[in-house]
């Protein structure tokens, strides 16, 4: 059965090392049981229990649909970076309730699987400049550091001078500190899953310490109904949601298409320069999208950290059957993610999140690779990168910096002479973003 519907001696490969290959992929990314929905509740005040299941469930949904369709070894799950955008700007910032971002979340899905089917995606990813491309990652990774260690308690509020330290003797402070510590070192020998080995010793010092309070058990199944078929996509299909909409499109479509490449490459699959089966592994994305939308969660998207199963032989769909009956297997341990994902209360108004803050900060870290791949030379490319990278934190926004992002580049290049070197849907993109801050 598993010959016929993954082919795998056709790929070199059997059973058993599919099975390894599928739990090193999952504990590679099983931080996001904790962390997902750690974002999505302080941020868009979500259910933290129910946006774990969705978390679970879309993850093990995308994941079976990649493996079964498209038979490759790359496992999906809500994107770090989607999801403090979806928490921190179109909630907190810009005022969407959640219901209404979910809808969006859904949109963002419905055209990436309408630009698939129609093979314009290609089009458009080729369109936005590379130095844009990568200053969003290295900028969103800086914004993911940021609230890590706000988080963490590192950092903290300051009228005067926006940002100050924080009190790092507290033992939240300490007990983030300490996680940094020792998921750097289990990052640094390279140890299989050292973001989810750090969350769980972080956790449970922080135990020992008081500051994570034990619930009593560590397991139990969570109830989806706060966030199941709440998304509200009437709500969504305003004008002044169409700039975050096509942010959350465009995020996904990098991240899927950048991860499908680089792990093709990695895994062998990249023939003659194209990715057989792309077709269908983008689909796989995109319909996880959506429904992760439905079941309550931000963008699902194909994780890079599937490398790591592909470097243990993975090499077909049946790795990603394994990875995905782990995410469900992962709900019956609700109470522990809520024991270390939940918040340690400051006061009225204020809440720490010392064991996840530490997987934000290397995270961040880990996207930061990408900022030497920018041409620094050429300031018509460096310098609307370096505004897209600096104004994502400094505004507390992901959309501020990449709308600037897109209106400095086109006027740069036409100001400099080089204004047919910019494809038109750029120019498009870069109206529609300042026409944004005009006239919303």
Not at 39 to 63: E, H, K, W
Not at 76 to 101: E, K, R, Y
Request: proline fraction near 4%; include cysteine; charged fraction near 10%.
């Amino acid at each position: 059965m598993f010959e016929s519907l993954f082919r795998l001696k056709v790929q070199g490969t059997d059973v058993k090392t599919e099975a390894v290959a599928g739990v090193t992929t999952f504990m590679t990314m099983a931080y996001i049981i904790f962390v997902n929905p750690a974002i999505l509740s302080a941020g868009a005040q979500m259910d933290f229990p129910s946006v774990m299941a969705a978390t679970c469930l879309a993850s093990a949904f995308a994941t079976l649909i990649m493996g079964l369709i498209a038979n490759y070894p790359i496992a999906l799950a809500p994107g770090m970076g989607l999801n403090v955008f979806f928490s921190f700007t179109i909630c907190a910032q810009m005022g969407v309730p959640w219901p209404t971002a979910l809808g969006m979340v859904f949109i963002s899905g419905l055209f990436f699987t309408i630009l698939t089917l129609s093979q314009i995606r290609e089009m458009i990813v080729d369109a936005i400049p590379t130095s844009l491309k990568l200053a969003a990652a290295v900028g969103i990774g800086v914004f993911i550091a940021f609230i890590g260690l706000k988080d963490a308690g590192v950092l903290a509020a300051d009228p005067n001078t926006f940002v100050t330290l924080g009190d790092v003797r507290s033992r939240p402070a300490l007990l983030a500190l300490f996680g940094l510590i020792i998921t750097s070192l289990l990052i640094g020998r390279r140890i299989k899953g050292g973001i989810f080995w750090g969350i769980l010793i972080t956790g449970l010092v922080g135990i020992g310490i008081g500051v994570v309070q034990f619930q009593g058990s560590i397991i139990g199944l969570p109830s989806i109904k706060p966030t199941f078929m709440k998304l509200d996509i009437a709500g969504a299909l305003k004008i002044e949601y169409l700039s975050a909409i096509l942010i959350l499109l465009f995020f996904d479509m990098f991240d899927t298409i950048g991860t499908l490449v680089g792990v093709g490459e990695q895994a062998g699959f990249i023939k003659e320069g194209k990715l057989p089966r792309a077709s269908k592994a983008l689909l796989s994305d995109s319909v996880g999208t959506m429904v992760g939308s439905i079941l309550g969660t931000s963008t699902v998207t194909s994780y890079i950290e599937s490398s790591a199963g592909v470097a243990e032989g993975g090499r077909t769909g049946l790795a990603n059957v394994i990875t995905a009956l782990l995410f469900l297997a992962a709900l019956i341990f609700t109470p522990l993610a809520q024991m270390f994902g939940g918040g340690f209360k400051v006061s009225d108004t204020v809440y720490l999140y010392p064991v996840t803050a530490p997987a934000l900060i290397i995270v961040g870290c880990l996207m930061m690779q990408n900022v030497v791949k920018i041409k620094w030379d050429d300031y018509t490319e460096s310098i609307p990168a370096f505004l897209t990278i600096i104004l994502m934190p400094l505004t507390f926004s992901i959309s501020h910096g990449l709308a600037v992002g897109f209106i400095t580049y086109p006027l740069l290049k036409l100001l400099c002479g080089q204004g047919r070197q910019v494809h038109w849907l750029v120019y498009v993109l870069g109206v529609i973003f300042l026409l944004r801050y005009i006239f919303l």
